[in-house]
């Protein structure tokens, strides 16, 4: 597959690598850069290899993100990129499938509940939950009861279903007025509700971005990583990555990368490197790329 004719020209990606702001992030960056076979780099999809959209179903990665992932992925043990969607669906939407050079590509969807790897093209996939189901068939009904479901509207994951008020007129106090009664459909049926970037998923329990990083960072027994996020589903993977730094007698090393977003201060707080978006994170792994 050739290149993307929409990439970043070469002359338009910086050359020099930006320095972490604090000293566990320059510290996971230099053992990177002096074991990338060792290290695992990890991505969220949507916010961060992808613009936000007013419709989910219109994100495509970034212009340059796929040319920069090509560059990338020979180099370190493997990248994995971890999102709520669908494996199958950021696979499509990132354009990953059938691309020369990403044979150390995963894809970790549904918060690593589903698994698609670059090497065999399949995703591996658990049985739904049943109270997805059930949430499916009462989630209309309950956005009927309140005013502020006008403007909002229901997106299908399979084995996850999301609610998003960024259309609705006041989308924050959308947002808010529906996160208790969202909370209290899925508890009757065993599910849970992970708040995001104006949008409230109805989701099984026990996966999470962490858990799905932490396991496969102890599977490929990296030496080091880096995550990328922007959301506030991300914290668990930055709280996994803390964790990881603690472990054993010298820790693993790990770089917090924040997709700027001034909607989730959280992220950018605990971040050890600020980047501008979805375009500076593809420019930032092009960097990477070029020193490793």
């Excluded at 780099?41 to 992808?50: K, S």
């Excluded at 599977?219 to 589903?233: F, I, K, Q, T």
């Excluded at 700027?260 to 950018?268: K, M, N």
Aim: aromatic share 4%; net charge negative; hydrophobic share 45%.
């Amino acid at each position: 597959m050739g290149s993307n004719p929409h990439a970043p020209a070469p002359s338009e990606i910086p050359s020099e690598l930006p320095t972490p702001a604090t000293p566990p992030g320059r510290e996971a960056l230099a053992a990177i850069l002096a074991r990338p076979d060792r290290a695992v780099v990890a991505l969220d999809f949507d916010g961060t290899l992808a613009d936000i959209v007013p419709d989910p179903d219109q994100a495509r990665a970034h212009p340059g993100a796929v040319d920069a992932l090509v560059a990338l992925a020979p180099k370190v043990a493997s990248i994995a990129v971890i999102t709520g969607r669908p494996a199958g669906v950021a696979v499509r939407y990132g354009g990953f499938a059938g691309v020369r050079g990403l044979d150390h590509l995963v894809v970790l969807g549904h918060y690593g509940a589903e698994r698609w790897d670059a090497v065999s093209g399949t995703v591996h996939a658990p049985a739904p939950h049943p109270g997805v189901a059930a949430v499916r068939a009462e989630l209309p009904g309950v956005l009927d009861r309140f005013d502020s479901w006008h403007g909002t509207w229901i997106e299908e994951k399979g084995q996850a279903l999301a609610v998003h008020t960024r259309r609705a007129a006041d989308p924050s106090a959308a947002f808010e007025a529906l996160r208790e009664p969202l909370g209290e459909l899925a508890a009757r049926h065993g599910l849970i509700v992970e708040p995001g970037r104006l949008v409230l998923e109805l989701r099984p329990p026990g996966m999470d971005k962490g858990v799905a990083l932490a396991q496969y960072v102890r599977e490929m027994d990296a030496e080091s990583v880096l995550y990328a996020g922007d959301d506030l589903g991300d914290l668990a993977a930055y709280a996994a990555v803390e964790k990881l730094r603690t472990e054993g007698p010298d820790g693993i090393p790990g770089l917090l990368v924040c997709s700027g977003s001034a909607e989730v201060p959280d992220l950018a707080e605990r971040a050890d490197l600020l980047l501008n978006g979805p375009k500076g994170v593809v420019d930032f792994l092009s960097v990477l790329a070029q020193h490793l």
